[in-house]
């Protein structure tokens, strides 16, 4: 075990922390976004925008976040009509391509949780609502949406999780992120070993410091009483 590579690797691995993380922050605050308009979507009566939502989820969450990076990043440029566009701006652009192919996947993931949620809100809730007088609107944005985030913290906190590890694929389509500088040091080093085993601390302290915050969260809410 080369220590002194440990030593001077370890700041290297950290200052690319920051990529993953800004990767993480922005995927999963378009993700939660998207997620609530296609839980919306599913539990709403119309059957084509139900359908729809259902395809979504059912596509993205069918296939690999892996091969879903690589027909944007690759796919879509070879399409001369995106090419031409102003969409080429952002898709020519690996950080972007991979902001939205995380995006995009942990939305359809999201999008279950929250839906499941909804469908876990006891009807008294609603009833008591409207024997107030308020409106169904008022209810769905004011009463289900906010408890329905609430109930789905515990499995949300899993996504969270899942997608931090997610965004290791970044390096794939040549970003510098965590995973992608700890191959680049390996390239130049070929100590494997000891480069990785440096990226897998500061992944495990990320993941310690998401899942005690969801902890937190959890015993905030009294989600175990």
């Not at 993480?24 to 919306?40: C, E, W």
């Not at 995106?82 to 359809?108: D, H, M, Q």
């Not at 609603?126 to 789905?152: H, M, N, T, W």
Request: net charge positive; charged share 15%; glycine share 6%.
């Amino acid at each position: 075990m080369d220590l002194e590579l440990i030593t001077n690797s370890f700041p290297k691995l950290l200052a690319a922390t920051s990529t993953t993380l800004k990767l993480l922050s922005l995927s999963l605050v378009i993700g939660l976004f998207i997620g609530l308009i296609f839980a919306i979507l599913r539990i709403q009566n119309n059957l084509i925008l139900g359908k729809f939502a259902y395809g979504y989820s059912y596509i993205f969450r069918g296939t690999p976040l892996l091969v879903q990076i690589f027909i944007i990043y690759y796919g879509f440029g070879q399409v001369d009509f995106i090419r031409e566009s102003f969409l080429w701006a952002i898709l020519k652009e690996p950080y972007w391509c991979a902001v939205i192919a995380f995006a995009l996947n942990t939305g359809a993931y999201t999008s279950e949780i929250l839906r499941s949620a909804f469908q876990t809100i006891k009807p008294g809730f609603i009833e008591a609502g409207k024997s107030l007088g308020i409106s169904s609107k008022v209810i769905f944005y004011k009463i289900q949406i906010p408890i329905a985030i609430r109930q789905s913290l515990p499995a949300y906190g899993n996504e969270v999780i899942l997608m931090l590890k997610g965004t290791s694929l970044a390096s794939t389509v040549t970003l510098m992120d965590l995973t992608g500088v700890a191959k680049y040091i390996i390239s130049t080093t070929f100590k494997p070993i000891e480069v990785f085993v440096v990226a897998g601390s500061i992944y495990l302290f990320l993941t310690f410091i998401i899942h005690n915050i969801i902890k937190i969260l959890e015993k905030k809410y009294n989600f175990n009483n």
